[in-house]
């Protein structure tokens, strides 16, 4: 990653999360144990690639970074509530490392309300329904600070909700849907989904909100309520094809990254039976041995370390994982001609620094 | 109530239900189970209490009835989010005398995806959750096609949209918190909360979203981004007491009202063991023998019809129901004179059928 990336994402980390620490909005989350659940997931460490792409989108347009933050800070929050509400639906336990908000919440029902078992976990799912409702809600009024707090016109700013309360929610709870629907069809099989069902599916969960991100900060980079607008469309279509890489590469790391950095135990995606690129071309090249055990492990959530071991060896070893590498470096190839529309600037290298990252990273 | 009032709430229940059909943000509801799930509670009978009070609220300050329609769509989408998500948590089974989301959905995840029972539930469960972030985010496009539809001034709509989203559903989300305690806290238990919580809740979680109701629409009628304008305000207080006060006589519904027009089960609430002002005031009023068996039936699932019936008639006899009545009652008196300072107009007779209305109605 380049020395200038680095330094920009440290500098938006700290910008961003100042902006919403001093969030009024925050009044408003009661009683003690909402506002807990509330914030937790927004002051853990983490990269804030999505904010601070959008800074980078209004930079290449001409705008001052500064007039950006409010709704870089309103797309960290709606990214936060969807990630609350599909640890409930996965049943997940950990996110960025510590406990996710049902279950923080369970751990508080138990400690502060004496709640048996059952009622705790119940618990732990209500408050957290909840908290994800009230991020939704923190969200927006971020993007409103972009008007009332940094000028930005209103019409820009009514445009750019319209687009994410109906285009972006829509596609990406259309994802999260089927990607629940996919999950609970009772075995993986080669024949119940194509590669394209799943690129698709990364593209809506993800590509679509760095599509967004990316499209809202160029709108008001120019001060424009146009969606249209040719060059917000090409910054619009070159983050979401770098979304999709993203999460290309994170379905890698999610076999080849270690627990530290995943902030999540090393081989769940496996046990979950994760369906990604990697095990579709790994079924598709394997032989009738090599499928049957892999259908054996993948989704059976007590397989052993060392059949966990051989997946990943199976994985690395019928292409899975070099085929899903040069699918994400196929992204990036595509996104790149869309910033023709953007003159030079260092918020241009930045983001094609960020391109770069994508595929690169391994955290 | 005068036919007036009755007439108008006919028609504009009409007016809502017809422009909420025309949206077309509906093209992003998918896949089918999420288009169905999202748009059921909307298309079932209401009364549209919410936002027939919003478009009296703008008539009431001069604005005519059509401009306000958009935001009127807006806060009965954003009742129906809240209602999605607290059938969830309260594991209701019914809801305007059909299925709640949550059980139509696992209906269809058993016939239409096979599930077993246990995945059958989650993924109603599942499906409901996302529905009602859906439901959420439409009624901000509502709100901001007052604006790009009905000319509405771009500030106004920032600022109620930014209220919305911050003080109303901070208050409302805080009540169905506290809501939730209270329901796990082991047993009713005249100690354990004041009549002073009740009210305050019955106020979160229905006064405050009547308070926001009359003050968009009395916003948009004006023309004002002031939420603190004289009038604004007025209306307000005037809509939020009324809103309290409905909420005290659907309490005395829950007890007194029959199955068909409550669309729900009768003495559903004696069962849940619901925490009312009834309740307070009965067991303020009863001797050991009374209270020892009204705490063995209230909040017991398992009641028999004849213990229910006893219980209604102990509200009764122990001037539980009369009690509440006065309280209802003293709220109406409370919101008259926040009318004051708007000027005499067939709208302004409306809101007073309305308020009327609110403490007569038997459905």
Not at 73 to 82: D, I, K, P, R, S
Request: aromatic share 8%.
């Amino acid at each position: 990653m380049s020395v200038k990336l680095i330094e920009f994402l440290k500098e938006k980390e700290k910008d961003i999360v100042e902006y919403i620490k001093q969030s009024d909005v925050q009044k408003y989350f009661k009683p003690a144990h909402m506002y807990d659940a509330v914030t937790s997931y927004v002051y853990r460490n983490a990269k804030r690639l999505r904010p601070s792409v959008l800074i980078m989108a209004c930079g290449c347009l001409g705008g001052e970074e500064r007039i950006a933050i409010p709704a870089a800070a309103g797309v960290e929050l709606f990214h936060t509530w969807t990630l609350v509400h599909d640890d409930i639906i996965d049943n997940d336990s950990l996110r960025r490392g510590e406990p996710t908000v049902h279950r923080l919440m369970q751990g508080m029902g138990k400690t502060d309300l004496k709640l048996n078992d059952n009622m705790a976990k119940d618990y732990g799912r209500d408050v957290a329904i909840l908290a994800g409702d009230i991020q939704h809600a923190w969200s927006v009024t971020f993007f409103i600070d972009s008007t009332i707090k940094m000028g930005v016109d209103p019409l820009v700013s009514l445009e750019i909700i319209r687009y994410m309360e109906s285009y972006v929610i829509g596609n990406l709870i259309c994802g999260e849907t089927v990607d629940v629907q996919l999950g609970m069809s009772s075995t993986i099989d080669s024949l119940n989904f194509s590669e394209e069902d799943i690129i698709n599916m990364l593209w809506l969960k993800t590509g679509v909100l760095y599509g967004f991100s990316g499209m809202a900060g160029a709108m008001i980079g120019k001060g424009t309520a146009d969606i249209n607008d040719v060059q917000v469309n090409g910054i619009k279509e070159f983050t979401s094809n770098c979304g999709t890489a993203f999460q290309l590469q994170d379905d890698i790391l999610g076999i080849l990254g270690n627990e530290k950095t995943l902030g999540k135990p090393i081989g769940s995606d496996i046990r979950e039976g994760k369906k990604t690129t990697i095990v579709y071309q790994a079924l598709k090249n394997a032989n009738e041995e090599e499928k049957t055990f892999l259908l054996s492990v993948l989704g059976n959530k007590n397989a052993s370390e060392s059949d966990v071991q051989k997946v990943v060896y199976l994985f690395n070893h019928l292409d899975g994982i070099n085929h899903t590498k040069s699918l994400a470096e196929g992204y990036i190839k595509k996104a790149l001609p869309y910033l023709d529309v953007i003159e030079d600037s260092m918020y241009k290298d930045l983001l094609l620094s960020w391109a770069d990252f994508m595929i690169n990273r391994d955290f």
